[in-house]
Nanobody
Framework: VQLQASGGGLVQAGDSLKLSCAAS????????IGWFRQAPGKEREGVAC????????HYADSTKGRFTISRDNGKNTVYLQMNSLKPEDTAFYYC??????????????WGKGTLVTVSS
């Protein structure tokens, strides 16, 4: 299982950015796939998760209304559209398999991250 996040960069507050998570060696549509982030000195946080069944979506309170997770099964890719970015969104962003309970959590598979930096 290999996942690769891409699309990070340096943007200003209020800008938008779209991240992509591409998979190799397995079909993403059979899994719940999520986006996680980790800022320096902070714990990893689940920000969004899209389930395999009906592609229902779940978001952390900190990203609800600003971030949108989606999937394109034909391209075997999951996306994270991030709008109205804030400096506190600055972090390494990772994609991986996810679950949803009181919060969004990892279910084990991770990919390499991509850095998002939001300047004020």
């Amino acid at each position: 299982v290999q996942l690769q996040a891409s699309g990070g960069g340096l943007v200003q507050a209020g800008d938008s950015l779209k991240l992509s998570c591409a998979a190799s060696r397995f079909a993403l549509d059979y899994y719940a796939i999520g986006w996680f982030r980790q800022a320096p000195g902070k714990e990893r946080e689940g920000v969004a998760c899209i389930l395999s069944s009906r592609s229902s979506t779940h978001y952390a309170d900190s990203t609800k209304g600003r971030f949108t997770i989606s999937r394109d099964n034909g391209k075997n890719t999951v996306y994270l559209q991030m709008n109205s970015l804030k400096p506190e969104d600055t972090a390494f962003y990772y994609c991986g398999t996810c679950g949803v309970g009181d919060s969004i959590y990892s279910t084990g598979y991770w990919g390499k991250g991509t850095l998002v930096t939001v300047s004020s």
